[in-house]
């Protein structure tokens, strides 16, 4: 039988973070292995119990989620941990800076159970998340705040149809999604994603969002 995901849920609000504990540990696949209410314990905490995802808010006390996912997960870190975000979208304009602090993804606190629970496995599994409904107003909203002074040029490294992969990702489009969109299998669409990742230097799908819109590939 295959070990449980171990996680550790860092939330400074005592009922969000018990009804995330009591969520979580009700899966066969999941195990809370650790939970603490601020940055500095989770950054202790991650490097004591080494779980395979953390949890994280973004306010809150002694060391912020954006400070907390550098230390955790940022491009300094040899052995970088899984950090999914889980955030208030109303509150956190800092969402865009967690991620590129190294989170893997992010979603809203009224994401239903079910969200969060996938959630974690998917970033466990390596994959990067992000919330689709959220994602074009955030990164709309916040990407003018990392853009360049002038427009860069690297996208042109890609052919015409891995800048319409590139763009679809940046819209919160899932593989199944693009391909649907495009006419293609998903297999194709992984391939096509794969190659633009490795084009580009990125790490995941969370880093080609943040990049789109930083080189103003959309808009």
């Known amino acids: 039988m295959q070990a449980p995901i171990r996680v ?3 939330d400074d609000q005592a009922m969000i973070r018990a009804g995330f504990v009591t969520i979580i540990d009700a899966q066969a696949d999941l195990e809370v292995v650790g939970e603490c209410g601020d940055g500095r314990a989770a950054v202790d905490l991650a490097h004591e119990l080494r779980p395979d995802v953390v949890v994280m ?23 970088p941990t899984k950090v999914l975000i889980v955030t208030t979208f109303n509150l956190d304009e800092y969402v865009y800076e967690a991620l590129r602090a190294g989170a893997s993804g992010f979603l809203l606190k009224d994401a239903r159970p079910a969200q969060l629970l996938q959630g974690i496995r998917t ?8 919330a689709p409904e959220v994602t074009r ?16 040029q690297e ?34 669409v992984k391939t096509y994603v794969s190659r633009l990742l490795s084009k580009l230097g990125l790490r995941d799908r969370v880093q080609a ?8 590939l959309v808009t």
Request: hydrophobic share 45%; with cysteine; net charge neutral.
């Open 155 to 188: 996208g042109s490294a890609l052919t015409p149809r891995e800048l319409q992969v590139l763009r679809l990702i940046a819209d919160g489009l899932s593989n199944v999604e693009i391909a649907a969109t495009l006419s293609l299998s998903p297999e194709t």
């Open 57 to 79: 808010d973004v306010r809150m006390p002694v060391l912020d989620g954006i400070g907390a996912t550098r230390l955790l997960a940022g491009p300094d870190v040899e052995a």
């Open 123 to 130: 970033v466990a599994a390596g994959t990067s998340l992000l």
């Open 8 to 10: 550790l849920v860092c």
């Open 209 to 216: 969002v943040v990049y789109a819109y930083r080189h103003e």
């Open 137 to 152: 107003q955030l990164v709309g909203r916040y990407a003018s705040r990392i853009r360049p002074p002038q427009r860069a």
